[in-house]
């Protein structure tokens, strides 16, 4: 009567939800993810890229100026435990309940484009005018909480 007690132990601890696989190892991998958010600040032009994958978080700068280059403003390793709890908060994002647009032409203020794809997760892409939605508001405060130096957390422009 022991063993099934035994083999249901040995389940749990080596189930893995998050790939959905026995691992042999006991200490859980980090899937394979990545998060892109492009905020693009109008009528400055400057965009602002924030990735975050299973091992790094990146912040990129970049403009639609002539000299205007992409630069890496801010990266950084994360742990593999940071990793994992980022991956499953976002695994169970829906950004179907959104709303895309598919017109900017004229808009001066931010819009962000999310890409969301790894491991389990289904592909996700949105484009929207309206990052203060509550879904996209988690997110963005999600990855700031990434971010030690609150200079490079995301934070809107002024209204002007």
């Known amino acids: 009567m022991k063993w099934p007690l035994l ?6 601890i080596h189930w893995q939800p998050e790939t959905g696989l026995f691992s042999s190892n006991p200490t859980q991998s980090v899937p394979s993810f990545q998060v892109s958010m492009l905020f693009t600040i109008q009528p400055s032009g400057y965009t602002l890229n924030y990735q975050v994958s299973q091992d790094s978080l990146n912040l990129h700068y ?40 598919n017109e900017t032409k004229g808009f001066e203020g931010v819009s962000i484009l999310v890409s969301i794809h790894g491991t389990g997760i289904k592909l996700q892409s949105l484009l929207t005018v309206h990052p ?24 809107p422009p002024p209204q002007q």
Not at 7 to 12: A, H, N, Q
Not at 138 to 155: E, F, G, H, Q, V
């Open 62 to 101: 970049n403009c639609a100026f002539v000299k205007c280059k992409d630069t890496l403003l801010y990266g950084i390793r994360l742990d593999p435990g940071v990793a994992l709890k980022y991956y499953k908060y976002i695994r169970i994002l829906n950004l179907d309940s959104l709303q895309n647009i």
């Open 132 to 155: 203060e939605q509550p879904i996209l508001a988690r997110l963005i405060a999600r990855t700031n909480s990434l971010i030690a130096d609150p200079k490079y957390r995301y934070r």
């Open 7 to 12: 083999v249901s132990l040995l389940i749990l």
